[in-house]
């Protein structure tokens, strides 16, 4: 959907969870030499800066990264990597930027690897393009990410990791997110195949995650925090969750220890919990 803007929920806890698996999955691919190309459907503006009107709006990064922003001791390894790609962005210690997934990627890209970031919106797209077009490696499209991926796999090198993580704002994203992962699969069954979806109440939210592990023979983990209450009428974003097809081995470990303790400093109720799943091939 056109009308969503990422800088509104830049930072929040969907982002966090979102980006503390994305780093581990590229820690995972870069352990062999050989490159790999990244990709990622719904690229968004790249950069967000948390002092913006849209940021300050509803304030959703307080409960997101400012808040592990603030922890004064230790945390799981892989958040800590996380929060330190987010630090190379707030050298000073102060967090007024967030990275979004683009960067993220751009930081831990070595020179054989490969990105292709694909954004739809007109506003995004040239913020995108400022930001990371001039760069060796990168290659940015404006147009419709689930369309795209088709030309990307297989890739040269035979390693891939695409994120896909659309708005769901329109209730045609669940299918499609859907579709593109299958026909992806079919192209490249190898792949790294990252989806991420909120947790809401809409037609087709419940069934995207059973569906995303029937395309999986070869093995899925799925990892969910549910941090807040929705509202009197059952909306809002209660959580968010990931679902990797292809996982790495080591990935289950990392977030046995990380959920547990993300849903712990994150909650916003008393009810907060987290659901970590593994299916091996």
């Known amino acids: 959907m056109l009308a969503y803007r990422h800088a509104f929920h830049a930072g929040n806890h969907a982002d966090v969870l979102k980006h503390v698996v994305l780093v581990q999955l590229m820690r995972h691919m870069a352990l062999k030499d050989k490159g790999y190309r990244i990709v990622d459907t719904h690229a968004g503006a790249g950069q967000y800066a948390l002092d913006s009107p849209q940021a ?58 490969q990105l292709r970031l694909f954004e739809l919106h007109p506003a995004e797209y040239p913020a995108l393009q400022a930001l990371l077009g001039d760069l060796k490696g990168i290659e940015l499209r404006q147009t419709d990410g689930f369309a ?109 220890t990380a959920l547990p303790w993300l849903a712990r400093v994150l909650a916003q109720h008393a009810g907060a919990s987290h659901r970590l799943e593994l299916r091996e091939a």
């Open 56 to 113: 300050l709006k509803k304030g959703e990064y307080l409960q997101g990264i400012a808040r592990l922003w603030a922890i004064d001791g230790a945390v799981p390894q892989c958040v800590a990597d996380y929060l330190q790609q987010v630090r190379r962005l707030n050298p000073d210690g102060r967090l007024q930027l967030y990275p979004g997934s683009p960067l993220l990627a751009c930081q831990l890209l070595r020179p054989q690897d």
């Open 148 to 256: 795209a991926l088709k030309s990307q796999l297989p890739p040269p090198t035979r390693r891939a990791l695409v994120l896909i993580d659309p708005s769901y704002e329109g209730h045609a994203d669940y299918g499609r997110v859907l579709d593109a992962v299958g026909d992806g699969l079919r192209r490249f069954a190898q792949g790294v195949v990252m989806v991420w979806y909120p947790v809401v109440t809409k037609p087709g939210a419940a069934a995207l995650v059973q569906g995303l592990k029937a395309l999986a023979p070869q093995g899925w983990l799925h990892a969910r925090l549910n941090l807040q209450q929705p509202d009197a009428l059952g909306f809002g974003l209660a959580g968010s969750g990931v679902v990797i097809i292809n996982p790495p081995h080591t990935l289950h470990a990392q977030l046995h």
